[in-house]
């Protein structure tokens, strides 16, 4: 099978190699399409794993392969993958820190080499824990594999807006209005609150207010707090979810959350970023300041009922289709994004 091979720092190897083997209980899955995700490109820019490997884990496709134990799967089946599932045992799980258990960081789909989620690939195999224990997903019939991809996204996020406890009537500022904080303002607006967005691309602002947000603004506007203010009977607003890896962000966010208010880190921010908070701040306005980090197992059911019953509409984020043979084009179209660049989705070329 053709596999996009992580051989280090910025070196992607369009390379063929072998469709995985299976044990009697793992699945194999025919990729046809995974999304692109930040995570993936860290990982392909920066010096964070040793390779080689193969990245990718937004996947839909379809079973090609059983093993000899499995009953539940058969071949043909349209499934979505969840890459990594937590064992339900261990303290971090027993606690719902479902993302901390070692299970779920070390028990990974793979196409080869180390696991790493393997959707950058043909194929993909499913080891027997995440078969046996919901990573598969059955895709409806009338969802295509295009949305089916969004489930583990849309988990992430969803899994965010939970743990912000985000509520209807609050008004929520997302910064930033790439794919994921556009994600972000339709699943606040299905969760009754108001979105208020940032970004410094227009096309993007203008697409923010396009799918429901209330209002969207310049990050670099120097009224920006007095406008929030302005649309919050002076209060600011209720949460602030940062989706993009700016200390500039940050300190907005603390402009223009409220009292008591919370603000939420889903963007990973690079190692050697310090920013400087006085506590007293946090302290005196009792401001919240906490992180979201992948997907949540306990709400994986409600994020695939959000995207099959197209509760958002995870179409309108789609910009870009690119076949697997250019994912290092499609990696530098994400880093230096055109004006209508949103969710790139990656198809590999499989007969």
Not at 136 to 163: H, R, Y
Not at 252 to 266: E, H
Not at 328 to 350: D, F, G, H, M, N
């Amino acid at each position: 099978m053709k596999a996009q091979v992580f051989r280090g720092v910025n070196n992607l190897s369009y390379e063929e190699i072998p469709v995985p083997s299976l044990e009697a209980d793992e699945v194999l899955v025919q990729v046809k399409v995974v999304g692109l995700c930040q995570s993936d490109i860290k990982k392909i820019l920066y010096p964070l794993y040793e390779p080689p490997r193969i990245f990718g884990h937004e996947t839909a496709g379809v079973i090609a392969g059983v093993g000899a134990n499995v009953k539940k799967w058969q071949i043909g089946q349209r499934v979505a993958v969840m890459h990594h599932i937590p064992c339900m045992r261990c303290d971090y799980c027993l606690n719902e820190n479902y993302s901390m258990c070692d299970t779920y960081k070390n028990i990974v789909t793979t196409a080869g080499f180390a696991p790493s989620g393997g959707g950058f690939a043909e194929y993909v195999k499913v080891p027997g824990h995440i078969v046996n224990h919901g990573g598969l997903i059955p895709i409806p019939d009338d969802i295509s594999f295009e949305e089916a991809s969004f489930v583990e996204p849309t988990n992430c996020c969803l899994k965010a807006v939970k743990k912000a406890n985000i509520q209807p009537g609050q008004t929520v500022l997302i910064t930033g209005a790439g794919p994921i904080g556009l994600m972000f303002v339709m699943l606040v607006k299905y969760f009754g609150a108001k979105a208020i967005t940032t970004d410094l691309i227009p096309s993007r602002i203008e697409k923010a207010l396009q799918v429901g947000a209330e209002a969207a603004f310049d990050a670099r506007d120097a009224d920006l707090q007095s406008k929030i203010h302005a649309l919050t009977n002076g209060m600011g607003v209720d949460v602030t979810l940062l989706a993009v890896p700016s200390d500039k962000a940050f300190f907005q966010a603390l402009d223009c959350t409220r009292k008591g208010g919370k603000i939420l880190f889903f963007a990973e921010f690079p190692d050697e970023m310090e920013i400087p908070v006085n506590p007293n701040i946090l302290y005196r306005r009792e401001i919240d300041l906490m992180g979201s980090y992948s997907s949540s197992f306990k709400i994986q059911s409600l994020a695939a009922d959000i995207v099959f019953n197209r509760r958002i509409n995870v179409k309108e984020l789609i910009s870009d289709r690119i076949s697997l043979e250019n994912l290092s084009k499609a990696v530098e179209q994400a880093v230096k994004p055109t004006p209508e660049t949103y969710k790139i989705l990656i198809y590999p070329e499989c007969d």
